[in-house]
């Protein structure tokens, strides 16, 4: 999938994740496509999680106006990077990878299955994490959804934020070097 990243407008710096790093995450539960609940407080290690607004659909349109959005196309490429390098983000130290969005379970398992990931996604289609973190969000024909960034973990506190995120697809890049800059102790 090739989209030229230079014809849609760049999302900028607005601080709305400045918060994050440092911050202790709270103790919500959160389903994942691969049935089970995740408690990103409670996990040990190095965990990396990428954040994105929505995957489309083949043969469904996206929201109208959705390539104007600064920062909103592009959640699958951007996934498909974290899936491309998975076992480098591992190697490099990261204990566990997920995606996480505010769609429902079932729509986050169809992609997936579609795209073959080899970790899973979260879903926060309440709003409880992303409410209680601050998470950046957009409001885009009613539904709330997440701005993309990515969060490196060190057992349920928040010691790096990648923000505002663009191009999508380099994000695993440069998670992955931040990952080998940044070893965990």
């Not at 994050?20 to 040990?44: C, E, F, K, N, Y």
């Not at 998975?86 to 996480?100: E, M, N, P």
């Not at 990931?117 to 959804?145: C, H, I, K, N, Q």
């Amino acid at each position: 999938m090739d989209v030229d990243w230079a014809s849609l407008p760049r999302p900028v710096d607005d601080g709305a994740a400045r918060h994050l790093t440092g911050l202790a995450l709270p103790d919500i539960g959160l389903t994942a496509t691969d049935g089970s609940t995740v408690h990103l407080a409670r996990l040990s290690g190095r965990t990396v999680m990428f954040v994105y607004p929505m995957t489309g659909r083949p043969g469904v349109a996206l929201p109208d106006g959705w390539d104007q959005i600064p920062g909103a196309r592009g959640c699958t490429p951007q996934t498909c990077a974290f899936r491309d390098l998975y076992a480098d983000l591992r190697a490099a130290g990261a204990d566990q990878v997920y995606g996480f969005s505010t769609q429902d379970s079932a729509y986050q398992r169809e992609a997936a299955e579609r795209l073959h990931l080899p970790f899973p996604l979260l879903s926060d289609a309440d709003l409880a994490f992303s409410r209680a973190t601050r998470l950046p969000v957009m409001v885009v024909e009613g539904s709330t959804l997440a701005k993309r960034l990515a969060l490196i973990i060190d057992a349920g506190i928040v010691v790096h934020a990648f923000y505002p995120v663009f191009p999508p697809d380099r994000n695993a890049g440069d998670v992955l070097a931040w990952l080998k800059s940044n070893k965990s102790t």
